[in-house]
């Protein structure tokens, strides 16, 4: 019933930029967190940037500060991440997820529901 279903990812190089959306379906809620996390191979997933639904905070993984924007548009459900100034360090699977307790906006562990990932790959 719930869905995710991200899009726009690809292949970019190095100081290049993607726009990453996800668009949400089933939720019987408006209030909820959702951001995006991502996860290269042999390492663990970690937040990138969450927001909620009925504010306009924003939060960010350290190591994305500065190059990242997430952002949302309620009226069509979608949520975006803007990546700017990739870095090789960047290529990974990036997920969209919704966690309705908020529990721990950048914490991949508490969020319940996933998309199935974008692939982003950064080249030299």
């Known amino acids: 019933q719930v869905q995710l279903v991200e899009s726009g990812g690809g292949s970019v190089q190095a100081g290049g930029s993607l726009r990453l959306s996800c668009v949400a379906s089933?939720?019987?809620?408006?209030?909820?967190?959702w951001g995006w996390f991502r996860q290269a191979p042999g390492k663990e997933r970690e937040g990138v940037a969450s927001?909620?639904?009925?504010?306009?905070?924003?939060y960010y993984g350290n190591s994305v500060k500065g190059r990242f924007t997430i952002s949302q548009d309620n009226a069509k459900n979608t949520l975006y991440l803007q990546m700017n100034s990739l870095t090789l360090e960047d290529t990974a699977m990036y997920y969209c997820?919704?966690?309705?307790?908020?529990?721990?906006?950048?914490?991949?562990?508490?969020?319940?529901?996933w998309g199935q990932g974008t692939q982003v790959t950064v080249s030299s």
């Open positions: 927001i909620i639904t009925t504010r306009s905070g924003t």
């Open positions: 997820a919704a966690d309705p307790g908020c529990v721990r906006l950048l914490g991949a562990g508490d969020y319940n529901y």
């Open positions: 089933g939720f019987t809620y408006s209030r909820y967190c």
